[in-house]
């Protein structure tokens, strides 16, 4: 069984429906346990024990919004050693760029380290069913990829 954590942050519901629509990617491969939480309710038990992480955020000032960086915060050092090159994907909704966002999270997560398998999915403006697809794409790449143990 592959144990999926989706973590986000939303504050206008953009990154939510990204959220929902990767939780779906990852719901339709076979095995797979979904936790589903906001940032800032996640724990530090539920980074350890997952065996994959989505992390969605809006880019708030040119960078990941505060409550993605609160949940770093507080478990980057309980953390160490204990999740060495664990899975991860990103997923974005800017108002017209993301890459700040982007750059932020991949930066931390070398820290931890996480391992990135999939290329983010960026939202530029409004949310569209293509983007939606992407996302379902990646959450059933994460959880399929998980449950078969290639990464
Ligand atoms: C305080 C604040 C700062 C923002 N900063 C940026 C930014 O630096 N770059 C960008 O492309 N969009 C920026 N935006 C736009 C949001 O990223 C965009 O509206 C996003 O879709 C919001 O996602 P949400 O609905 O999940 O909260 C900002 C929005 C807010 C409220």
């Not at 989706?6 to 095995?31: L, P, W």
């Not at 989505?54 to 040119?62: C, M, V, W």
């Not at 505060?66 to 050092?77: L, S």
């Amino acid at each position: 069984m592959a144990k999926i954590l989706i973590v986000y942050h939303s504050q206008t519901g953009n990154t939510e429906k990204m959220a929902k629509a990767v939780a779906e990617g990852a719901a339709g491969i076979e095995n797979t346990r979904l936790i589903v939480k906001r940032a800032f309710e996640a724990t530090l038990e539920d980074l350890l024990n997952c065996d994959g992480i989505a992390i969605g955020t809006p880019e708030n000032f040119g960078y990941m919004s505060g409550a993605i960086k609160n949940f770093f915060d507080r478990t980057f050092y309980p953390s160490q050693g204990k999740i060495f090159k664990k899975p991860y994907v990103i997923f974005i909704s800017a108002g017209n760029d993301g890459r700040g966002a982007r750059n932020s999270i991949e930066r931390i997560a070398l820290g931890y380290p996480l391992k990135k398998i999939y290329e983010p999915v960026i939202a530029r403006g409004k949310i569209t069913d293509e983007i939606l697809e992407q996302c379902r794409e990646l959450g059933a790449t994460l959880a399929g990829g998980c449950e078969m143990g290639i990464y």
